[in-house]
């Protein structure tokens, strides 16, 4: 009867586990109301960046728009140096401070100081009290309380097979199966709820921010002019909203993703 010890085992994990997933996602949808600041607002590009992809979109945003008006210059290796310090707004300042004293720096390794700063933090905690934007706090708990539940399912299929190569076969292995079925249909069907119930607070934008976002029509690739270039608005909300991958410009995406495709700098 000694795999009676790993079914309990199998129980408390998959117990503990989906209790824990479902306090974190009732505190993350413990919202305020937004449905009339959702239908009064819009969403500037800052803020549409950040419900988009968190500071580092955000970074990659302010960084796109200095280099479209030359105050910086981006190199497709993964570079980006200074050439005007006077930041247009509290973003860009902070980017300028965080690129450094020597004026140049490694892109993420500005996107890492920028996610810091006091005007990515109020960004945030504005968006967080417009109820727009999931906070810190509730996104580390739901995704902490996910992974949590996919270990538990991991340690009852684990404790569920030791459990059987214990059992003689004449003894009844399926029994023994059919009790450790249960706590593995627990987790795994929490993990199904989650997908479709929870994962909107995995991410930036809570589900009001997410209809908000639903309102941006931009195309992943905006269409390009005679001279082959985007419409610097649509390119800049294109990137607000889907990221690197919607710039046109290949040295640019390299940049923004660090990976050089040759030794080529924006100007």
Known sequence: ML??????????????????????????????????????????LYETAFLS??????TDLALVSMYRQHRVLLASTGWVTVVDPDGRDEVERSVITAIGPEGQSPV???????????????????????????????RAGV??????????????TLTAAAALLMVPPETGRGMVAAWFALPLVLTVGCLL???????????????AGQRMLGRITVPRRPPRADDGTARAGDDLTALAVHGAGALAD?????????KPVGAHWGH
């Open 53 to 58: 992809g968190g500071p580092q979109r955000v």
């Open 250 to 258: 290949p040295a640019l995406r390299a940049a923004l993703r660090g």
């Open 193 to 207: 709820i989650a997908q479709a119930e929870v994962h909107p607070y995995t991410s930036w934008a809570s589900p």
């Open 143 to 156: 995704t902490a309380a996910v992974r949590q539940v996919r270990g538990a399912c991991a340690l009852v």
């Open 108 to 138: 993420p390794v500005v996107r890492t100081a920028l996610a810091t700063t006091e005007s990515v933090r109020g960004l945030a905690d504005r968006l967080v009290t417009a109820g727009l934007a999931v906070p810190l706090t509730a």
């Open 3 to 44: 795999w009676v010890l790993f079914l309990l085992v199998a129980w408390v994990a998959a117990g503990v586990s989906c209790a824990r997933l479902c306090s974190a996602a009732v505190a993350a949808a413990d919202a305020p109301d937004t449905t009339q600041a959702v239908m009064d607002r819009d969403l500037n």
